[in-house]
């Protein structure tokens, strides 16, 4: 599903991003990257959906090579992957159902197709009776839960979560984690991205630890240790 292969991420000669990552993620895994800030969790998530190049090495993520990817093929690469990220990024001037249909606007889908499927993403995310709010009526919690139907509207195989719940409480935090397991028990693979021990040790599934940008831990049912 997800393969890194030798890859290296260089922002400048003095600042590296990742080093000598090799790493598969298997379909259906819910795998979770810790690490300390500026350790690279942040760089390795966003070479997943092509946010970001590798310096050198290779990755392919759902038979995408995503090394050699040409710039108007991507669109079509982050239909396959949703991301979720710490800040909200909704739109303040449209209701819920409208930041969530936006995201299938933009990709051209039929009017009669967007009402059939922000029903389904916003029911998953326990949004259906407020998809005529507005972003700021929502709890912070609520927001993130748009930001995750958002990210579902294709349907994506991996669903990557950047720190989704870095601007949460603990009840809102355990809200999130709770529908991020909801959405890998429907087979999607999620990237958990994140420096919150308590979470990760909760969540008693796969670890993945980076320090100095290098993978140091890769433990099945792991814990995050500091």
Same mark, same amino acid.
Do not use: C
């Given at each position: ?13 003095? *600042? ?9 993620? $298997? ?21 997943? /959906?092509?946010?970001? $190049? ?13 090394? &050699? ?15 979720? /990220? ?6 303040? &001037? ?12 933009? #990709?051209?889908?039929?009017?009669? $197709?967007? &009402?059939?499927?922000?029903?389904? @993403? ?26 995750? #139907? ?10 990557? #979560? ?7 409480? =603990? ?11 909801? *959405? ?9 991205? =994140?420096?919150?021990?308590? @979470?990760?040790? #909760?969540?008693?599934?796969?670890? *993945? ?18």
């Amino acid at each position: 599903m997800i393969h890194f292969k030798n890859i290296n991420k260089t922002y400048s000669p003095n *600042i590296v991003g990742v080093r000598n990552v090799n790493l598969h993620i $298997r379909p259906g895994e819910f795998v979770s990257i810790v690490g300390q800030s500026g350790t690279g969790k942040s760089t390795l998530a966003k070479l997943m /959906f092509a946010e970001e $190049r590798p310096t050198s090495g290779q990755i392919a993520v759902g038979g995408w090579d995503i090394t &050699r990817i040409r710039e108007h093929d991507v669109p079509l690469l982050r239909r396959q992957i949703g991301v979720v /990220f710490q800040d909200f990024k909704l739109l303040v &001037r449209r209701t819920v159902y409208e930041n969530v249909a936006f995201a299938l606007e933009v #990709a051209g889908t039929p009017a009669r $197709r967007i &009402r059939e499927v922000v029903p389904q @993403v916003l029911k998953i995310v326990n949004l259906q009776e407020k998809g005529d709010r507005y972003p700021k009526q929502l709890s912070g919690g609520e927001q993130q839960r748009v930001v995750v #139907a958002r990210s579902l509207v294709h349907r994506p195989k991996i669903l990557v #979560a950047d720190e989704p719940t870095g601007n949460l409480d =603990t009840i809102h935090t355990r809200e999130i984690i709770d529908l991020l397991r909801k *959405i890998n028990e429907f087979g999607t693979t999620v990237v958990l991205v =994140t420096h919150n021990r308590e @979470v990760v040790n #909760a969540l008693k599934k796969r670890v *993945i630890t980076l320090e100095g940008g290098e993978i140091t831990s890769d433990v099945e049912e792991g814990r995050y240790k500091l």
